[in-house]
């Protein structure tokens, strides 16, 4: 499937996810300075993360606005947009650092991610994007669930440091409360 002509869903979804990507963004930006990133890793990893749910572009509009839990066979097509967007990201001639970053963002410290990829294997990029995914995703209202609390979120994320994120990522973003900025 080639990204410049998959893309056929429609402007809601497309302005849908700019705003997640915007405030997931955010969240990245805070994580990173707290991490002392370098300013030029810190523009790379704004840019992965303006970029990680790219590929749901190509993932069909019925899959993505579904108001009940997904199939099994519509989840493997959910988990498709971490290599759409990959493959966007490197037509883009894009660092190999922001394309890893997007392909796995979804990877679990644990490894039980849509790839297998564990602990710090996971590049650096994509564990702090997972953590400010999660959490975005979380206190905002999807097709089949109504948004959590923000005490709720943070709950999750502390409950899954050391399983689903990586624990020294999650503690920063518990102990500056990161989270404030999505209000």
Not at 91 to 97: A, G, I, Q, V
């Amino acid at each position: 499937m080639k990204p410049h002509t998959a893309a056929t869903n429609t402007i809601s979804i497309e302005e849908q996810l700019k705003q997640h990507q915007m405030r997931v963004s955010k969240i990245c930006e805070e994580i990173a300075r707290a991490m002392n990133i370098s300013h030029s890793d810190m523009i790379e990893l704004l840019l992965a993360a303006q970029l990680h749910d790219i590929g749901k572009l190509w993932i069909p509009q019925q899959i993505l606005c579904k108001p009940q839990n997904l199939s099994k066979k519509e989840m493997n097509i959910m988990k498709k947009h971490v290599f759409f967007g990959f493959e966007y990201v490197k037509s883009k001639k894009m660092n190999r650092s922001i394309a890893e970053a997007v392909l796995y963002h979804h990877e679990r410290f644990d490894g039980q991610g849509y790839i297998g990829l564990n602990g710090e294997k996971i590049p650096l990029f994509s564990r702090i994007i997972s953590v400010a995914d999660a959490f975005d995703v979380m206190t905002n209202d999807r097709p089949y669930r109504k948004a959590l609390g923000f005490e709720e979120a943070l709950e999750e994320i502390k409950k899954n440091s050391g399983t689903q994120f990586d624990p020294e990522i999650a503690e920063i973003f518990i102990k500056l409360r990161v989270y404030k900025i999505n209000k």
